[in-house]
């Protein structure tokens, strides 16, 4: 048996002291074994530090490094691997001051001198082959040292970051997606299934509910499934959406969302039906839904938008289609509707605020269902200020803006009147009273009684003649017109272009609407008066007005 005693005498002598040369270094063959014995050796042996590592491994020889030609990487691989548990976090029971992120910065420096000496070796298949099982190894090391975090300093964040991008160099690739993934001309796999395949013993349940803090498997999975970009993470969906899961079901805040984070980018870079298929869809769903019940306004920052793109995988926008049930839109909208109107802390209601204009945008016209919960919401937030900048003012405009925009024939008088009232500053706003009730003139004596057929036929408003076209009056609802005017209705406008607002010169509170000439036909109407507040006569594209489609 080889005597390494004095080899690794002077390997802990200080690089200014004495030069190291590697040609008096045994084969790497018989070298390997024995390093990976004594760094796993418990407690550390101290005849071979992490700086002697280091120091052995810039100075070898590539080719001495590579070894007899068919040699195997698993010596390679373990001899990796127990380097870098002497960089392991602390367990819990360990004192405060401990050298974690000082061990971690001398591991990535030695790692970062094998692969340059393999980098250094040339194009060889030996050395692409043995770069590619490294990599996973040490992309798993260096990922949850590259952020700011509690564990990091920042000599280990250096060190992290020089050590990517040596490997990045070693193997060819551009940037950590293109690692991961493989591509290229070549068409090389990446590493991404090596590396959860690293990770996975400690991504089971169990192991994880003995850690209720963000860990660094936790940051290496987040910064992993983080950099996979759209179509690569459909075939490993199966082995990251579970984790994910169990991040966001976590009760710590930290934890939880980094779990919401990590569902988000798997919600955007996923095909909808893959994430339809199996029913994975509703259980993402049914986890984020429950947490708009939170009451941490990080977390509703990121839940929010999440929730809002998962909407539309399930279900058709209802804004696209009006008369398609969406009841999931509806269900979160109403969720958080009530939320906001209970809530009193500043920051969750800058941030309902915040997601409200968004989520009216995607309802549509199909939001005037909840007008009854927007008219509190909107003046509540309107009379509130929570700091300079106005933040909830102005998003509880915008949201305004957005319903009015979208189904303003909707709006009733008992719900307009409070929301501008708000806005005006809490000063009284004149708003037009609605419209008298007017009846049909009595039977005169002696006219007999109308028969069923002609008590049903349908009516129009009145059209008074004015200047410069014809005026439409739109009625309320229980409005009655005057004989004249029954079993005829408008023809359909193109109100976008053709609406005009204009005062009303009978001075009973309506609207006013001026119309060109061309576009005052009339055509037979089966439907009955009476049926809406707003019983408008003519339709928008692909919205109907009628009150069977929307209500209240």
């Not at 060190?159 to 591509?183: F, K, N, P, V």
């Not at 009846?439 to 028969?451: D, E, F, K, T």
């Amino acid at each position: 048996m080889t005597d390494f005693s004095r080899l690794f005498d002077e390997l802990e002598l200080d690089d200014d002291e004495r030069p190291f040369s590697s040609a008096s270094l045994p084969p790497v063959a018989a070298l390997l074994p024995e390093l990976h014995r004594r760094l796993l050796s418990r407690p550390p042996d101290p005849s071979l530090s992490i700086h002697g590592m280091g120091r052995l491994l810039r100075a070898a020889d590539p080719l001495w490094l590579l070894g007899p030609a068919g040699g195997a990487q698993a010596p390679y691989v373990s001899v990796v691997c127990a380097l870098i548990s002497r960089a392991a976090p602390p367990p819990d029971d360990v004192p405060a001051p401990h050298p974690y992120a000082s061990n971690v910065a001398a591991v990535a420096v030695a790692l970062q001198a094998l692969l340059a000496k393999l980098q250094a070796a040339g194009p060889d298949r030996r050395v692409r082959t043995l770069t590619l099982a490294l990599a996973p190894h040490v992309c798993v090391f260096a990922a949850p040292h590259m952020e700011e975090r509690a564990w990091t300093s920042r000599a280990s964040r250096e060190a992290c970051g020089r050590l990517e991008s040596q490997l990045l160099a070693a193997g060819g690739w551009r940037d950590s997606a293109h690692m991961l993934t493989g591509g290229g001309p070549d068409g090389e796999a990446g590493i991404l299934p090596a590396v959860l395949d690293v990770v996975r013993p400690a991504l089971e349940r169990e192991a994880r509910r003995q850690r209720d803090r963000v860990d660094e498997v936790d940051s290496a999975l987040a910064w992993t499934l983080l950099r996979v970009p759209r179509p690569f993470l459909a075939p490993v969906l199966p082995r990251l959406l579970g984790p994910a899961l169990l991040l966001s079901d976590h009760q710590g805040g930290d934890k939880c969302m980094l779990g919401i984070h990590c569902l988000h980018h798997i919600i955007s870079n996923t095909a909808a039906s893959e994430l339809r298929a199996l029913n994975r869809a509703d259980v993402v769903y049914e986890a984020l839904f429950r947490h708009l019940h939170a009451t941490d306004a990080d977390v509703m920052q990121l839940l929010l938008p999440c929730l809002l793109d998962l909407l539309a995988v399930l279900e058709s926008p209802p804004s696209a289609a009006p008369r398609a049930a969406a009841p999931r839109h509806h269900r979160v909208l109403r969720l958080l509707l009530t939320r906001m109107e209970a809530e009193h802390k500043v920051a969750l209601r800058r941030v309902y605020a915040q997601a409200l204009p968004a989520y009216l945008h995607r309802m549509g016209a199909s939001a005037c269902r909840h007008f009854a919960r927007l008219s509190r919401v909107v003046p509540a937030y309107l009379e509130v200020s929570d700091g300079l900048e106005e933040l909830s003012r102005l998003y509880a405009l915008e949201a305004l803006w957005q319903i009015l925009t979208a189904a303003w024939p909707r709006a009733r008088h008992r719900h307009v009147a409070p929301v501008f009232a708000a806005s005006a500053g809490g000063r009284r706003v004149a708003l037009a009273p609605p419209p008298p009730r007017h009846l049909p003139p009595a039977r005169p004596p002696g006219r007999p009684m109308r028969g069923p057929a002609e008590c049903r036929r349908p009516w129009k408003p009145a059209v008074p003649a004015g200047a410069g076209g014809r005026r439409l009056l739109c009625s309320r609802g229980g409005e009655s017109p005057s004989d004249g005017n029954r079993g005829e209705r408008q023809e359909p406008i193109p109100l976008p272009r053709l609406l005009r607002r204009c005062p009303d010169p009978s001075g009973s509170g309506g609207i006013s609407v001026r119309v060109p000439e061309r576009h005052t036909r009339v055509r037979p109407s089966p439907d009955k008066p009476g049926r809406s507040d707003f019983d408008l006569l003519w339709r928008w594209p692909a919205l109907d007005l009628r009150r069977r489609e929307l209500v209240d």
